[in-house]
């Protein structure tokens, strides 16, 4: 069974620190993703690697930025948070071989609070 | 570019009623369709999948099939039940690196 983890379900902050989400896959999947999921908007898609130290803007990049230093761990990074970041950040993963190389597996989240 | 539209929620049903949740789409290519779910405080998980037109996903009593015609993956189940009340995700595989692209969701709430 293909296992995504992050490190917290649930964070609080302070408007301005400094943060690190936190996620593993241990598939051995050369594809990662972030996405926060807000209501009414779905999940849109923040940044995506697909290889160690690559990665690329996805549609709302703005404010965060990403680390892959391993294969298996995939880390956003809000240098500097602010209220209007609140909302549930999920991780997912996909591999390039087998039969279900389109299917992204997701983490549990989480749930991000700015105060 | 290529999206994804789902019929707005919330939807609320009785237990053993038929669902239909809408889904379409707009893509070049030949994606593959995709719905997840989500259960209250869990991540996504994948309920089922189609990869070319006509075909059928199914899983745990829910199935929808691939419209090119309609360009349509509708999602239904004939008797919900309370077990089945989550948030329900429409996609499609983009073009590259395996990237998907989400409708907006539907949450589902079933009443006893």
């Known amino acids: 069974d293909v296992k995504v983890t992050q490190s917290s379900r649930y964070l609080v902050k302070r408007t301005g620190e400094k943060v690190f989400l936190e996620c593993v896959q241990d598939?051995?999947?050369?594809?990662m993703f972030w996405y926060r999921q807000d209501p009414g908007l779905g999940l849109r898609l923040i940044y995506f690697s697909y290889d160690v130290k690559m990665k690329e803007k996805g549609d709302i990049p703005e404010g965060y930025s990403v680390s892959r230093e391993k294969k298996e761990r995939f880390s956003l990074i809000l240098e500097s948070a602010s209220t209007n970041q609140t909302s549930m950040y999920l991780c997912?993963?996909?591999?390039?071989?087998?039969?279900?190389?389109?299917?992204?597996?997701f983490g549990p989240g989480t749930r991000l609070t700015v105060l | 570019g290529n999206s994804v539209t789902q019929m707005e929620g919330p939807v609320t049903l009785s237990e053993e009623a038929f669902l239909t949740i809408n889904c379409t789409y707009t893509?070049?290519?030949?994606?593959?369709l995709f719905w997840y779910v989500q259960y209250p405080g869990e991540g996504l998980q994948l309920l089922l999948k189609?990869?070319?037109?006509?075909d059928k996903g199914s899983n745990k009593g829910f199935e929808a099939t691939y419209r090119k015609e309609t360009t349509s993956f509708h999602l239904e189940k004939g008797s919900v039940q309370v077990s089945d009340s989550a948030v329900y995700f429409c996609a499609l595989s983009g073009q590259d690196t395996g990237k998907l692209i989400f409708g907006q969701g539907t949450t589902l709430q079933v009443k006893p």
């Open positions: 598939m051995d999947h050369e594809n």
């Open positions: 893509a070049t290519g030949y994606p593959s």
């Open positions: 997912a993963s996909n591999g390039l071989a087998g039969e279900n190389t389109d299917t992204q597996y």
């Open positions: 189609a990869t070319k037109a006509d």
